[in-house]
């Protein structure tokens, strides 16, 4: 109760301060609340910007194919790379090398092949999707405790057992903690693709509102993205919890 | 005569490594009978590890055969040899009884049975009330209990194991030997026990076979007729343990000349 106040009292404070600084500056640059509210709620009833619905909806559902994408082929790579010394040692370092490389240097070339409907964003959610969760699998069947798998082999234990009553037990949290970050990084793939060049999708109305200078709409749509992104990752941390309570 | 339950003959086994092959066992022979407490002592780095680990059919062989009960081993045979490992390896997201049946889960025992037989030997385990713990929340000597519960779970006529109270502190050690003779007993089970504790051996074996520094080979091997419990201080084991003792001092002396 005593924290909640005190949160509430940073908040009031936090949201004072802004509207003081916002009117002293410039009200249009820096949006106080007294412009954000509004704009949010006209946003809400749908008045400033009639079709959110479907846009909002347009990204959620890039954001969800993207991660799928990324949890399948993470996966698949993960393991492959994991399981089968010859074939990890021919692409890890590969992947590593890519890893390495600021993702954002492939989106001009996932426009030029996908074009600028969905199918580039997708792309780029996945391309930043794909590799924490590949990673992960990774330092998740370095992490088991290789006694494990012996003791299941001497039980008589075959391969498909030992991956399924050993190997995935043993790395699930840090298999999760993997593929929570890959969640935010496909969230924030989707949305900078959307930005850098989109017609539809959160990130266009951003762009639109921000090329407008309607800068109280701007704030708003930006607030509406941010609780997407973060009810899905109290989502994931939630899924989180649960595993590591699992594994220990 | 009837064929001896195991029958290792004239087995060996080279590693390669880095710095070039190394022979961990050359030409080692042994058989045990049925219901045998048979203890293989030896130097670190003797291969007793790897001996153990070709009875449970672990590790391959490159020249000779292991017979278990007239057939050679080709792979582990979890319905006819259950291993207690020196790490016991328990999985550390399931309970005590979890840990402990399965063995019988992967032969695809119904799970109230294999729960039955789990929760059965949780008395003779000395861990009745631990059933829902983790192993976390165990301690060393109890960790090895699960271990060994888990292997005499699935009911083998035999049971390796591997140095299971080397990380136990020496009191642990001495009483958990006490109670693994018990059970010993009381199920008729074939145990071939791999030490470097001359008084584990003594105090649980009826024979005793010394493998020589690598590479290794049985050395000799000592017949323990005596009665359990053993005295300790008799004049008869106190006699066979300055034996033992001269027949490993050799041995070990050259391990760590090697080393």
């Known amino acids: 109760m005593k924290t909640a106040l005190a949160r509430l009292a940073l908040l009031a404070t936090a949201l004072l301060a802004w509207e003081v600084v916002a009117r002293v500056g410039s009200p249009l640059l820096y949006v106080p609340p007294s412009a954000a509210l509004p704009a ?7 008045r400033s910007y009639p079709d959110l619905p479907s846009h909002l909806a347009l ?42 490389v600021p993702s954002v240097i492939w989106y001009p070339s996932l426009m030029l092949f996908f074009g600028l409907d969905a199918a580039s964003k997708i792309a780029f959610g996945f391309l930043l999707g794909f590799f924490p969760i590949t990673l992960a699998v990774l330092a998740g069947i370095r992490q088991v405790n290789p006694q494990l798998v012996v003791v299941a082999r001497a039980f008589g234990a075959r391969p498909l057992t030992i991956f399924v009553k050993v190997l995935v037990p ?51 749509l930006v607030m509406v993205t941010l609780a997407v992104i973060a009810a899905s990752d109290v989502t994931a941390s939630l899924v989180e919890r649960r595993a590591r309570r699992w594994t220990e | ?11 060996s086994r080279r590693y390669v490594t880095a710095s070039g092959p190394v ?6 022979s042994l058989s045990v009978d049925t219901g045998e407490f048979c203890t293989i002592i030896g130097p670190s780095g ?7 680990g070709m009875l449970g059919g672990l590790v391959a062989l490159d020249a000779g055969r292991v017979l278990i009960a007239g ?33 019988l889960e992967l032969q695809g025992v119904a799970h109230a049975d294999r729960r039955r037989t789990a929760t059965e030997l949780l008395g003779p385990l000395g861990l009745r009330g631990f059933a829902g713990k983790y192993p976390r929340e165990l301690s ?3 960790r090895q209990r699960v271990a060994i519960g888990r292997a005499l779970a699935v009911d083998t006529p035999i049971v390796l194991m591997d140095e299971p109270f080397g990380a136990l502190d020496e009191q642990t050690r001495m009483l958990m030997g006490e109670w693994l003779l018990e059970i010993w007993r009381r199920t008729g089970k074939t145990v071939i026990f791999v030490t470097h504790s001359l008084h584990e051996a003594l105090a649980l074996s009826g024979r005793v076979a010394v493998m020589s520094a690598r590479p290794g080979r049985i050395k000799s091997v000592l017949e323990l007729p005596m009665p359990y419990p053993r005295a300790m201080e008799s004049p008869e084991i106190v006699a066979l343990r300055a034996k033992l003792w001269h027949e490993i001092r050799e041995e070990s002396a050259r391990a760590m000349s090697d080393a």
């Open chain 1, 59 to 100: 990204t959620v559902r890039e954001i969800a194919i993207a991660y799928a994408l990324s949890v399948v082929a993470g996966l698949a790579v993960g393991f492959a790379l994991g399981l089968y010394r010859t074939v990890g040692r021919a692409y890890g370092p590969i992947l590593a090398a890519l890893y390495a």
């Open chain 2, 140 to 142: 060393g000597g109890m």
């Open chain 2, 23 to 28: 022979d961990a066992l050359r030409d080692v």
């Open chain 2, 46 to 52: 003797c291969g007793k590890s790897t001996l153990l």
């Open chain 2, 71 to 103: 057939r050679p081993v080709s792979g582990p045979d979890p319905r006819t040899v259950a291993t207690v490992f020196q790490d016991p390896g328990l999985y550390p997201w399931r309970t005590v009884v979890e840990n402990i049946e399965f063995g």
């Open chain 2, 1 to 11: 005569m009837a064929a001896p339950l195991i029958a290792i003959e004239g087995v």
């Open chain 1, 40 to 46: 949010l709620r006209d946003l809400l009833l749908l």
């Open chain 1, 170 to 220: 043993g790395m699930l949290f840090t298999l999760v903690g993997g593929m929570r970050t890959g969640l935010a990084l496909s969230v924030i793939g989707v949305i900078v693709g959307e930005i850098l060049g989109s017609k539809a999708g959160m990130g266009a109305l951003i762009n639109h509102a921000y090329g407008l200078l309607r800068t109280a709409d701007y704030v708003a």
